[in-house]
T-cell receptor, first 113, second 109 residues
Framework: DAGITQSPRHKVTETGTPVTLRCHQTENHRYMYWYRQDPGHGLRLIHYSYGVKDTDKGEVSDGYSVSRSKTEDFLLTLESATSSQTSVYFC????????????FGSGTRLTVV | GIQVEQSPPDLILQEGANSTLRCNFSDSVNNLQWFHQNPWGQLINLFYIPSGTKQNGRLSATTVATERYSLLYISSSQTTDSGVYFCAVLNNAGNMLTFGGGTRLMVKP
């Protein structure tokens, strides 16, 4: 979607390797989120950020870390990828000011082999 | 946490038909949103509707917060309406958007 981009769009990696996914926004929104989408589980929140260097855990945060050194970038890192982390990862942004409408990126399909 | 349930899980329509999708949630919420995930996986925000009724073309949504449900109406359905429709609610702390399991819609020509 316009204003939010994810990279890479697709990635295949081996078990045990580190992986970093990037979310970049041009909307200057305060809030950024990482979700994963899996069959039978819908979308689940991994981590979110409410400002530069301000992050917190979501419901499925084990095995993931995040960083936000600039307003526009939110990075998701898998320190040591496992097959259970094969999923589609979505980044989202919101302005958090009254209207909490979320805008989602196009997703990153990650396969851990 | 908040539980969000959507019904029906699957729906097949003939082009031109109307439909109603339902979302029930277990607690009071500040914020309810409807999304459409198209066959290419893109999530599009349809409505931000914590209460009341909104309309956008052939789509409309109604949320009755006191009774903890929301409805999405699709009129004169088109094949491009196919995909998965998600309802999502924001907790009162404002830090977690919880999604329902979705309604998978297929519109046949």
């Amino acid at each position: 979607d316009a204003g939010i981009t994810q990279s890479p769009r697709h990635k295949v990696t081996e078990t045990g390797t580190p992986v970093t996914l990037r979310c970049h926004q041009t909307e200057n929104h305060r809030y950024m989120y990482w979700y994963r989408q899996d069959p039978g589980h819908g979308l689940r929140l991994i981590h979110y950020s409410y400002g530069v260097k301000d992050t917190d855990k979501g419901e499925v945060s084990d095995g993931y870390s995040v960083s936000r050194s600039k307003t526009e970038d939110f990075l998701l890192t898998l320190e040591s990828a496992t097959s259970s982390q094969t999923s589609v990862y979505f980044c989202a942004i919101s302005d958090g000011r009254g209207n909490y409408g979320y805008t989602f990126g196009s997703g990153t399909r990650l396969t851990v082999v | 946490g908040i539980q969000v349930e959507q019904s029906p899980p699957d729906l097949i329509l003939q082009e031109g038909a109307n439909s109603t999708l339902r979302c029930n949630f277990s607690d009071s919420v500040n914020n309810l949103q409807w999304f459409h995930q198209n066959p290419w996986g893109q999530l599009i925000n349809l409505f931000y509707i914590p209460s009341g009724t909104k309309q956008n073309g052939r789509l409309s949504a109604t949320t009755v917060a006191t009774e903890r449900y929301s409805l999405l109406y699709i009129s004169s359905s088109q094949t491009t309406d196919s995909g998965v429709y998600f309802c999502a609610v924001l907790n009162n702390a404002g830090n977690m958007l919880t999604f329902g399991g979705g309604t998978r819609l297929m519109v046949k020509p």
